[in-house]
C-alpha cells in the first residue's frame, strides 16, 4: 500500500515538473521576444535557406483594406494589421472581417500620436484604448505593437514594457507611404529582402490613396513565392526566437 501512494505521488510529480518546465519554457521564450530587453524587433534571424518573409500594413483599417483581403486571400498568404483604433471608429466590420480571414491584428496606437509629445499617462492610455477598441470587435488583446513614425522615445520604451507589448519594427520599407508607384515599390521589396525580413506597407489612413500599394501587392507575392518565399505573421515569427 505504501509502495502504491509512493509511486503514485511520484508519477504526479513528475507529471507536475514537466507541466511546469513546459510552462516556464513558454514565458521565457516569450520574454526573449518582447520588449523587456528593449528589443525592438526589425527581422528575425534565420538561416539562409529558410526563405520566410512577414507581410504587415499600417494605419488601417480603410476601405482598400477589403481589396488587400481579396488579395492576400487569393495568394493564400497571412499578414499581419497594425491598426489605429481612430480607424476601428470608421470602419469596425473591416476590422472584423481581417480577423475572421486569419490574419493578425496589432496595436498601433488609437489617435497615432508623436509619441515624445505625450506623457507616460497619455501614452498608456491612447494604446489601452486601441487595445480595448480591437477586444470589442475581435475578442482578442493584441501583444504586438508598432510605434508611430518609428519614433522609439523612453516614455514609448517603457510604457510598452510595462504593458508587455513586443515592438515590431522593419527591415523592408518600399516608401509606399509616400505614395510612389507600384514598379517602385515592387522593386524596393524585391532588392531588400532577405530570408526573416519584414516589411512594411500601408493599407490606411483612410484618407489618403494606397491603390499603387494594391496594385504592387499581387506582384510583390507572386515575385517572392517565386524565389521559394513563405509568409508567416509575426506571431509565428516570435515562435521562432
Ligand atoms: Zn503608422
Redo the contacts with the bound molecule.
Sequence with gaps: MKRIFISTSLIFFLIGSFYFLNISQKSSSKVLGAVQNNNIIRNIKVSENEKVVALTF??GPALITRDILTVLDQEKVKATF?V?GNNIDLYPDILQEIYSAGHEIGN?TNT?PFAFLLDKQELAKDILINEEKIYEQVGIRPNIF?A??ALYPQNLMEITDMLGLAIISWDVDPEDWKMVNKEIIVNRVMRDINPGSIILL?DGPPELDRTNTLEALKQIIIELKDHGYQFLTISEYLEKI
Excluded: I, S
Design positions: 499600417d494605419d497594425f489605429v498601433h497615432h508598432r508611430p513614425y500601408h
